[in-house]
């Protein structure tokens, strides 16, 4: 084996894990196909919100947006940061993951329902519209990739 194709430290390369290209691959088609029907939720939230309730409707709709944004965001920085970990790791990971944001949108929602420049209502319909939208989209993505779900070794 010639040298270049080793590390500096003398020590052999792992190879690649095969899964973790496939994960990423799959969290890009997620993403891509996902963003733009989640900013069209936001958006669609905030003027009915506006419309219905007026500004605190509309501060409540893209405070939801953005909280769900974020989580929907998350889920797809996990995918990648595990993709090519051991698969008990990688469920671990989502499951933790899971807990995580709906324990942060729970905080969320506890904290500014009281507040009187957000609507509630506002905050809560466009969060669930938008993660519900993310998620369909993901799953749109998953069934269009033609991703194999078992690997075969080389």
């Keep these: 084996m010639s040298e270049a194709s080793e590390p500096a430290t ?4 792992e190879p690649e894990n095969p899964h973790a ?3 990423r691959r799959l969290a890009t088609a997620m993403l891509r196909t996902a963003v733009w029907p989640g900013v069209a939720t936001v958006v669609l939230g905030a003027i009915v919100a506006t419309v219905l309730v007026g500004v605190p409707g509309l501060v ?3 405070i939801g947006g953005v909280v769900a944004f974020g989580s929907s965001l998350l889920t797809i920085w996990l995918m990648r940061f595990s993709g090519g970990m051991n698969p008990q790791f990688v469920m671990v990971i989502a499951l933790g ?3 995580g944001k709906m324990l ?3 905080v969320v929602m506890t ?3 009281g507040i009187d420049a957000i609507h509630r209502e506002s905050l809560a319909f466009t969060m ?3 993660v519900m939208v993310w998620a369909g989209a993901e799953v749109v993505a998953f069934k269009r990739t033609k991703i194999p ?4 070794s080389n």
């Design 21 to 23: 290209e496939v994960v």
């Design 149 to 152: 779900t078992i690997i075969p």
């Design 128 to 130: 669930l519209a938008t």
């Design 104 to 106: 942060v949108l729970l």
């Design 111 to 113: 904290l500014l329902g």
């Design 97 to 99: 993951g899971y807990v």
């Design 10 to 13: 003398g020590e052999r390369a």
């Design 60 to 62: 409540g709709a893209l």
